[in-house]
């Protein structure tokens, strides 16, 4: 085998934990280091102002020279993604806990069946857009998350790891905020969507 095929496979095998956090440090490090902030949320807003919202509401006024290098990260995540999903996704099924595995059975979903289409382990009889439940799902989901990452002043990523590490109390709260929404969600909500 040659070596650039050992660095595939050795590429494609699931990583420890901490390498994703080392990763995430030094990113969250240099870009405080360059006077920038970590977040993604505010791309939705350079793209609205970029399609012209910025001439219907003052909200999306903003300097895009600026903003240039947070499209230019969100586009690297896509092409990232899609090569990672083309050339080195793991064969191996999700590896998942054996109460989670029966969990998932007693709400209809299969597993390792689930990840037959290369779709890992995404309930796609769920969250698809064949069915109008799909597409509902995506549409509300898509605006809740949209507008909430608006309304909070930004998303996950940017409070708990930029926020949090700068210790910024509003992003704390905004922490703690997505637990107990997240904790509704999947205790009191999600069991009625299945």
């Given at each position: 085998?040659?070596?650039?095929?050992?660095?595939?496979?050795?590429?494609?095998?699931?990583?420890?934990?901490?390498?994703?956090?080392?990763?995430?440090?030094?990113?969250?490090?240099?870009?405080?280091?360059?006077?920038?902030?970590?977040?993604?949320?505010?791309?939705?807003?350079?793209?609205?102002?970029?399609?012209?919202?910025?001439?219907?509401?003052?909200?999306?006024?903003?300097?895009?020279?600026?903003?240039?290098?947070?499209?230019?990260?969100?586009?690297?995540?896509?092409?990232?993604?899609?090569?990672?999903?083309?050339?080195?996704?793991?064969?191996?099924?999700?590896?998942?806990?054996?109460?989670?595995?029966?969990?998932?059975?007693g709400k209809g979903i299969a597993y390792p069946e689930a990840d037959a289409n290369d779709m890992g382990f995404f309930p796609t009889s769920f969250f698809n857009f064949?069915?109008?439940?799909?597409?509902?799902?995506?549409?509300?989901?898509?605006?809740?998350?949209?507008?909430?990452?608006?309304?909070?002043?930004?998303?996950?990523?940017?409070?708990?790891?930029?926020?949090?590490?700068?210790?910024?109390?509003?992003?704390?709260?905004?922490?703690?905020?997505?637990?107990?929404?997240?904790?509704?969600?999947?205790?009191?909500?999600?069991?009625?969507?299945?």
């Amino acid at each position: 085998m040659t070596d650039s095929l050992l660095f595939i496979e050795w590429i494609r095998q699931p990583w420890h934990w901490a390498a994703g956090g080392a990763g995430i440090a030094a990113v969250v490090f240099l870009m405080t280091w360059m006077g920038r902030s970590f977040g993604i949320s505010t791309s939705f807003k350079d793209i609205c102002s970029l399609a012209g919202a910025d001439k219907v509401n003052d909200f999306f006024k903003m300097d895009l020279k600026e903003e240039m290098w947070r499209l230019l990260f969100v586009l690297g995540i896509i092409i990232g993604s899609y090569m990672t999903s083309q050339w080195l996704r793991s064969p191996e099924p999700v590896a998942i806990s054996q109460s989670t595995i029966d969990y998932l059975a007693g709400k209809g979903i299969a597993y390792p069946e689930a990840d037959a289409n290369d779709m890992g382990f995404f309930p796609t009889s769920f969250f698809n857009f064949s069915n109008l439940k799909g597409i509902l799902l995506a549409i509300v989901g898509g605006f809740l998350v949209g507008f909430g990452s608006r309304y909070g002043g930004g998303c996950t990523s940017g409070h708990a790891i930029t926020g949090l590490s700068h210790l910024q109390l509003p992003s704390l709260l905004t922490v703690v905020g997505f637990f107990i929404g997240g904790l509704i969600m999947v205790h009191f909500i999600l069991p009625f969507l299945f």
